[in-house]
């Protein structure tokens, strides 16, 4: 018998614990994809966010650090500058890098740090029960914005791509999305070319995903996606923002 | 034997390196010593002043409350902190900038235009040699040959000129301790 | 070695290099500038890192990484960093990852002043940061003690897998003294360091095959296992208690009249205070805990002479560690307090005048 399918060696063989349609597996999966088919499961450390995917350190099958939220950028400095034969990757949700870790993220990504950040964009807070994302779009609903995203009060969601894309020192960015089949192989080839980069020690990285939250939008996976292409997709456009190895600027 | 001394003047005056050499000297000379300057904002333009203590014994608080030396670079410095020297005391000052001086009658004054001499010598910055040649010629806390050795081995390679002209600063100001 | 002239900042920077510490993430704060600015310029003398970081939260979160790894790394600040600090602290001490934080206390609260004060004893020995965690707390009174302390803090650090505080003061950093340091360690015994961690830090698989899933981590979910964590936390703490008491004794006998209790540079003061009385025939003994956490409650019982009337506790804020001397006196005698505040230090004069004041009681 030919196994055409198997789990991927950088994950471990702990049950993922997310909501039914979620798509944080798939971007694990993406991931740990990457780190098999570069060799680097012997040499890779991965530091998991505050959020969802706060279990993330027992999913990944390498060494892992649980970061304080927000502050996991912080956290793959000092391990990469303290085992610079290592290569370190975050992962993290959108309240934990783009509000709370906004600072670390942006100075992490200034200084060019040598690391790979996976960022997952879903326009909303899981973990606490669907509260308002700096993501949020506007006139969207959640638990903390009832009425909808009220951007004369509280501002517009930010593009963190963008963002990150005025600092001189990033060497990849690109924001890719998961809301269907086509798009996660569009996925796969960011992720790879992010942990490529990260092998070959050319500098920051940095790739995100759109993605979705069934339970806290309360659509049901398939329209929690349409949903998705229709809203997100027009206000977070895909593509790459930034690739020095292909000379993007 | 205790000798507890505070350099006061104006941030640029070299107040804090006079207490600096005079520790530095003193700890070559085997004695304990201690050194703490004014800080912060007070560093920037302001006044500056710094505690030296040199001692046989362990010193127990590096701050000076009642000198036994004050080195004055400007009035307010006087003002500040000469009615705290220790009867007896030395009161050391630079009349280029004091014009007031000092009323007491109960501590040893020594003066003279200290800025003035600095800029005869050839160079304002030599004003805390000056000073420290005061002190010595005053009270001996330390041996010129100390001071004239530290001096030597860092600035010798670096600047013999002011080298040369800060070693005149000091046995100029040992002559003024003296007379 | 010769002694050598050092600021307080610069002597314990020098000390931690020499102990082993090659990373180094803090942020810019007076009175320990010099600290950071010494680090600057020697780390990449030793291929040492140093980091600037964007904010004293980062910094420690770069050290929580670091340590992870199982390296020697500090951090330093002065009390408004440290309360910033205060988040990555409590998870550094609920992973168990070892790592040394300077803390160049000036006053509070707020932004305060930038004076010596010892308002952070509280923080300090008590918590700070969430949770039931404790730091092993060194309390230098001199230069020399200070620079002394990096050594140590990286041996206890290691040794228990804790967050270790050297709680020095303004002072105490901006002050010179003669120093005198421990020989450095061979860049192959600095190399090898980390290895005494290498059951449980991060650290590649060497030969290719994969061994290890270290996690580097403070959240258990299950109150079950966190309830766990948190006795095995307390156990290991009941150990430091047990083996780390340190403290100094000073013109102790039975003669004293008066105890005194002062930590850090207000016992210098102090001990001027009693030298000066001592020539006016008067005893007064002094207890300096040098650690501050684990804190000697039975020495200082122990240290209560049959003449003694009274212990005096002196501290540069509004009564801190008094608290921890009234536990240790037990009522057997009153205990009183008198301090200074705002960054202002007491003179030796003010200290003799209390003490006269006491004994004439």
Redesign the interface.
């Known amino acids: 018998m030919e196994i055409i399918a198997t789990r991927p060696e950088s994950l471990t063989q702990t049950p993922f614990t997310y909501c039914p349609g979620c798509l944080h597996g798939v971007a694990h999966r993406l991931i740990a994809e990457a780190i098999d088919e570069h060799g680097l499961i012997n040499k890779m450390a991965g530091v998991a966010p505050v959020g969802c995917s706060v279990f993330a350190y027992k999913f990944f099958n390498m060494d892992m650090a649980e970061a304080a939220h927000g502050r996991a950028p912080a956290v793959a400095t000092g391990i990469k500058r303290a085992r610079p034969d290592m290569h370190v990757f975050t992962y993290q949700g959108d309240g934990d890098l783009a509000a709370i870790g906004t600072a670390e993220i942006v100075h992490a990504a200034n200084r060019g740090e040598h690391i790979s950040v996976f960022f997952v964009n879903n326009a909303i807070y899981g973990m606490t029960g669907g509260q308002m994302a700096p993501t949020t779009l506007p006139d969207m609903k959640t638990t903390t914005s009832p009425y909808g995203r009220n951007t004369d009060d509280i501002g517009f969601p930010i593009r963190v791509c963008e963002l990150l894309a005025t600092l001189i020192a990033p060497y990849y960015i690109e924001r890719v999305s998961l809301l269907s089949p086509a798009d996660i192989l569009k996925a796969k080839k960011a992720v790879n070319k992010a942990i490529q980069y990260n092998k070959e020690g050319r500098g920051f990285t940095f790739v995100e995903f759109i993605s979705t939250c069934p339970t806290n939008w309360g659509m049901d996976p398939i329209k929690s996606r349409d949903w998705a292409k229709e809203n997100m997709l027009p206000f977070f456009k895909t593509g790459c923002y930034r690739d020095k190895g292909k000379g993007v600027e | 034997m205790t000798t507890e001394m505070i350099c006061a003047g104006f941030g640029g005056q070299g107040v804090l390196t006079i207490g600096k050499f005079i520790a530095q000297a003193s700890m070559k000379e085997g004695k304990n010593v201690s050194w703490l300057p004014s800080y912060g904002p007070e560093m920037r333009g302001g006044t500056a002043n710094v505690s030296t203590v040199v001692s046989d014994e362990a010193i127990a608080s590096p701050i000076v409350s009642f000198p036994d030396i004050l080195v004055a670079l400007n009035q307010p410095s006087i003002d500040k902190f000469a009615p705290m020297i220790r009867p007896g005391g030395i009161l050391i000052y630079n009349t280029s900038m004091c014009p007031n001086g000092c009323k007491r009658e109960d501590i040893t004054q020594i003066s003279a235009p200290m800025s003035d001499i600095a800029n005869e010598i050839g160079n304002p910055m030599v004003l805390n040699m000056l000073a420290i040649g005061v002190i010595i010629g005053k009270t001996a806390l330390i041996k010129y040959e100390t001071i004239a050795d530290d001096l030597t081995s860092y600035m010798k390679a670096k600047n013999p000129e002011l080298l040369e002209l800060n070693l005149k600063a000091i046995k100029r100001g040992i002559e003024i301790g003296k007379s | 070695m010769a002694?050598i002239?050092m600021k307080g900042n610069e002597a314990v920077a020098e000390a931690a290099i020499r102990s082993g510490c090659r990373?180094y993430?803090a942020y810019p704060i007076?009175?320990q500038s010099e600290l950071i600015e010494y680090m600057a310029r020697m780390m990449p003398k030793v291929d040492g890192?140093f980091?600037q970081?964007?904010?004293e939260?980062?910094?420690i979160?770069?050290?929580?990484?670091?340590?992870?790894?199982g390296?020697r790394?500090m951090t330093s600040s002065s009390s408004p960093g440290i309360s910033l600090k205060m988040?990555?602290i409590s998870?550094i001490a609920g992973?168990e990852l070892p790592c040394v934080i300077i803390n160049v206390q000036r006053g509070g609260p707020g932004l305060g002043d930038?004076?010596p004060a010892q308002g952070d004893y509280f923080q300090a020995t008590k918590g700070g940061g969430h949770g039931d965690y404790r730091l092993i707390v060194l309390a230098p009174s001199s230069v020399q003690e200070f620079a002394d302390m990096a050594a140590d803090a990286f041996d206890l650090a290691d040794k228990y897998r804790n967050p270790v505080m050297i709680l020095a003061d303004?002072?105490l950093g901006?002050?010179?003294?003669?120093v005198e340091f421990r020989p450095a360690k061979s860049d192959e015994e600095v190399a090898e360091m980390w290895k005494q961690h290498k059951s449980w830090?991060?650290?590649?698989?060497e030969d290719?095959?994969?061994k290890?899933?270290?996690?580097?981590?403070?959240?258990e979910i299950d109150p079950l296992v966190l309830e766990k964590h948190v006795n095995n936390l307390s156990k290991k703490y009941a150990e430091i208690k047990k083996n780390e008491i340190r403290y100094e004794k000073y013109e102790l006998s039975d003669d004293n009249e008066i105890l005194c209790v002062a930590w850090g540079t207000a016992s210098?003061?102090v001990?001027?205070a009693i030298?000066e009385l001592k020539k006016e025939g008067k005893s007064i003994g002094l207890v300096r805990p040098i650690n501050v956490w684990p804190f000697p409650y039975d020495e200082i019982a122990k240290a209560i002479g049959p003449k003694v009337k009274k212990i005096y506790v002196f501290e540069l804020n509004t009564g801190q560690m008094v608290d921890d001397v009234k536990i240790a006196a037990a009522g057997k005698v009153p205990v009183e307090f008198w301090g200074k505040v705002g960054g202002v230090?007491f003179?030796?004069?003010e200290i003799k005048e209390k003490l006269e004041a006491a004994l004439k009681e």
């Open positions: 002694k002239l990373l993430f007076t009175p890192t980091i970081a964007e904010s939260i980062a910094a979160n770069m050290v929580y990484g670091a340590a992870g790894c390296k790394v988040e990555g998870y992973a930038i004076q303004g002072m901006q002050m010179m003294e003669p830090c991060i650290n590649p698989n290719g095959d994969k290890h899933h270290h996690e580097i981590n403070s959240l210098r003061v001990k001027s030298n230090v003179t030796p004069a």
